[in-house]
């Protein structure tokens, strides 16, 4: 399909490339690996009348770990190498789980987690896992940079809280407690190469008895405009002690809280169906992952 003719850039600094996006971000693109960028181009979509290419930069690529900071993630790091990634696998298994998940083998290699967050699909993979590890985004500029918390990135369909000449530069996802797990679920059609009919990412913190809830984080995806977080339910699950009740309550908020729409991958009423079921799966698979880190302490 024809697309409309555009300038395309290839700096070789992140200073240049901040210099040169700061100039023209109003009429221009990042490239960094293209899987959703160019497909939108193709359909029309977007025209922008430059495409900056920054998929060579060493400046943005690259995990780190540190005890204080956490899991640093740049954001040009492609989708497979954080599957692959032992520090990843380490200190955050359920986001190597859902990289892995992304696409085939040949897009993990291309594609970014940034794109990923920035296309602000609704679908997206590793949204709801970031949430759910209240990743902390850092957002650079010509100049400068800020922090924003991830919760506060999607603003609505398609739509994030970049301001004109930013761009995510990495992420920061903290240390997790003794007592706290990750845990990433999801549906599709398929068990390869397709769009999730919807996913949840799990956080669950428990208190020094092992028994009751302190901290639980409950993000999910294809359910409404944006990947959000259940926060009503989540405050109603803090101070619970782990049961029946428990999971009926997270079961039942999360399907309160979704607002899933019909569409060519599933039903709205599918959605809130499953939903649920993967909650419990989810906050499950966190149990068990907490309860075998204290058998082997």
């Known amino acids: 399909m024809h697309c409309e003719p555009f300038e395309y850039e290839k700096p070789v600094s992140l200073r240049e490339f901040e210099s040169l996006y700061a100039a023209r971000a109003d009429d221009a693109r990042i490239l960094a690996g293209g899987t959703d960028l160019m497909v939108l181009i193709k359909e029309k979509l977007l025209a922008p009348r430059l495409l900056i290419d920054i998929s060579d930069l ?32 380490e200190h955050a298994p359920a986001l190597a789980y859902a990289a892995a998940n992304l696409g085939s083998n040949q897009v993990r290699w ?9 296309h602000a699909s609704p ?13 902390e985004l850092i957002i650079g500029r010509q100049g400068g940079e800020r922090t924003l918390p991830i919760s506060r990135f999607f603003l609505s369909y398609r739509k994030t809280a970049l301001e004109s000449g930013e761009y995510v530069k990495a992420f920061r996802l903290p240390p997790l407690p003794a007592r706290a797990a990750v845990a990433y679920r999801f549906k599709g059609l398929r068990r390869a190469m397709e769009i999730d009919m919807l996913n949840i990412g799990a956080y669950l913190e428990l208190c020094e ?52 729409i019909d569409d060519v991958r599933a039903s709205a009423e599918y959605r809130n169906r499953v939903i649920g079921v993967l909650t419990r799966r989810a906050l499950e698979e966190c149990l068990e992952i907490i309860g075998a880190r204290r058998s082997a302490a």
């Not at 770990?65 to 497979?80: E, F, H, V």
């Not at 679908?123 to 990743?135: G, R, W, Y």
């Not at 409404?224 to 039942?252: H, N, Q, S, W």
Request: net charge negative; glycine share 10%.
């Open 123 to 135: 679908a997206a993979e590793t949204p709801p896992v970031l949430l759910a590890h209240d990743c």
């Open 110 to 118: 291309m594609a970014t987690m940034a794109g990923n967050i920035c």
């Open 209 to 260: 008895d092992g028994q009751t809830v302190s901290d639980v984080r409950l993000a999910m995806g294809s359910v409404g405009p944006t990947t959000y977080r259940a926060a009503v339910t989540e405050k109603k699950l803090k101070g619970m002690p782990i049961g029946e009740d428990f999971f009926a309550a997270a079961c039942g908020g999360v399907v309160q809280e979704a607002t899933p």
């Open 58 to 89: 060493h400046e943005l690529r690259g995990i780190s770990w540190d005890p204080r900071q956490g899991l640093t993630i740049m954001a040009g790091t492609k989708i497979a190498e954080i599957e692959r990634s032992t520090l990843v696998k």
